[in-house]
């Protein structure tokens, strides 16, 4: 079976703070991505990434960046946390057209 | 903006009825499309992709799509309590190797 894991389950964070969320999975899959889910706005893209050291910019990357220096890992940076980035964070990877997410980071920014 | 639309919900049905699910998607050059369940509190599971015209079935679940309507459906026959749950469809983009658009999820919700 596909595991992808993530770091924390639940986080809370001040305003201003840098935070760091990461994701590990263990099936070799080249491609891994980072999401927020929202009530009414669904899953939206952040960064993905599909192979070591590259990123790609999703549909809202504002006020976050990424970094994977191994191919197991993913990590999601908030640079500045902000009121407006308390969401759930899931984190998928995957092959193909087939994603296979996290167990997900509810976090809280204060 | 390209969009996957989905009716929020909830649907509801009894215990042994048909669930229909539907979405929409707005880019002609979608080449493939998910349903993915979700589980309140849990995070989002795959169930099927369905790629061409037509039918594809998997036990009690059908996935059906219609390129020409930009139609995509999820059938679960016999629904069961267990089955309660939001499900999101979401389309491949041709332009993007595994960037996929994500609607917003029906809830269905099966009476016992």
């Known amino acids: 079976d596909v595991k992808v894991t993530q770091s924390s389950r639940y986080l809370v964070k001040r305003t201003g703070e840098k935070v760091f969320l990461e994701c590990v999975q263990d099936?070799?899959?080249?491609?891994m991505f980072w999401y927020r889910q929202d009530p009414g706005l669904g899953l939206r893209l952040i960064y993905f990434s599909y192979d070591v050291k590259m990123k790609e910019k999703g549909d809202i990357p504002e006020g976050y960046s990424v970094s994977r220096e191994k191919k197991e890992r993913f990590s999601l940076i908030l640079e500045s946390a902000s009121t407006n980035q308390t969401s759930m964070y899931l984190c998928?990877?995957?092959?193909?057209?087939?994603?296979?997410f996290g167990p997900g980071t509810r976090l809280t920014v204060t | 903006q390209k969009e996957v639309e989905q009716n929020s919900g909830p649907l509801s049905v009894p215990e042994g009825a048909i669930a229909s699910l539907n979405c929409t998607y707005s880019?002609?050059?979608?080449?493939?499309f998910f349903w993915y369940r979700q589980y309140s509190g849990k995070s989002p599971e795959l169930i099927m992709f369905i790629y061409s015209n037509g039918d594809k079935e998997d036990g009690r679940f059908t996935a059906q799509l219609n390129k020409a309507s930009q139609y995509v459906s999820l059938l679960i026959r016999d629904s069961q309590p267990s089955d309660s749950a939001t499900y999101l469809c979401a389309a491949a983009l041709n332009t993007g190797f595994q960037k996929l658009v994500f609607g917003t999820g029906t809830r269905l919700l099966v009476s016992p």
């Open positions: 880019d002609r050059g979608s080449q493939s």
């Open positions: 998928a990877s995957g092959r193909a057209h087939e994603q296979y």
């Open positions: 099936m070799d899959h080249e491609n």
